[in-house]
């Protein structure tokens, strides 16, 4: 009986990491993109969204510095959409609807070689949307990265103290 039982908690907790990798793949990009990453803190205007779009920030929160800052992937809908390095944000448009955020983060000092957190958005046409992207894990401390939407007011605060990120693909 209880040999069933364990086989039956470690079929479920297969089940559920199947899921969690299938939610990551339908939101993230390819794992084997990489970014290379600048901050501007010349350009720091606010932006509008585009007529019939919504407008997302991803600002990132590095809440340690151990050796370098941390890149977080930003991915929409199965593609990436950019990366932030260290404390800086990004920020896209994107059509009305259902869709699926993805950030992560890859090194070879993770445990499992990359953390992934997701989030869905239900976006409306004209509307701004605010997402905070954490990532500690100084010395001694487990890493991991969080994506979490925050109201406007937060949002606004992030962007404001954040430079901005230009990122593009590693060819």
């Avoid at 949307?129 to 894990?137: A, D, L, M, N, Q």
């Amino acid at each position: 009986m209880k040999a069933a039982l364990v086989v039956i908690l470690f079929a479920i907790s297969a089940f559920a990491q199947d899921l969690s990798v299938a939610a990551a793949g339908s939101a993230c990009g390819p794992v084997d993109t990489q970014f290379v990453v600048k901050t501007d803190s010349v350009s720091h205007a606010p932006q509008l969204a585009e007529p019939g779009k919504a407008l997302v920030y991803v600002v990132e929160d590095q809440k340690f510095r151990v050796f370098n800052d941390v890149t977080a992937r930003v991915g929409l809908d199965g593609a990436w959409v950019g990366a932030n390095r260290g404390n800086s944000y990004l920020f896209f448009s994107v059509e009305p609807g259902e869709h699926h955020l993805c950030t992560d983060w890859t090194s070879q000092w993770l445990p499992d070689g990359r953390l992934v957190s997701l989030a869905p958005l239900t976006a409306e046409a004209g509307k701004t949307y605010y997402f905070r992207v954490r990532t500690s894990g100084a010395r001694y401390e487990v890493p991991s990265i969080d994506l979490d939407r925050v109201n406007s007011d937060e949002g606004k605060l992030l962007v404001a103290s954040s430079p901005p990120s230009v990122s593009h693909p590693k060819k």
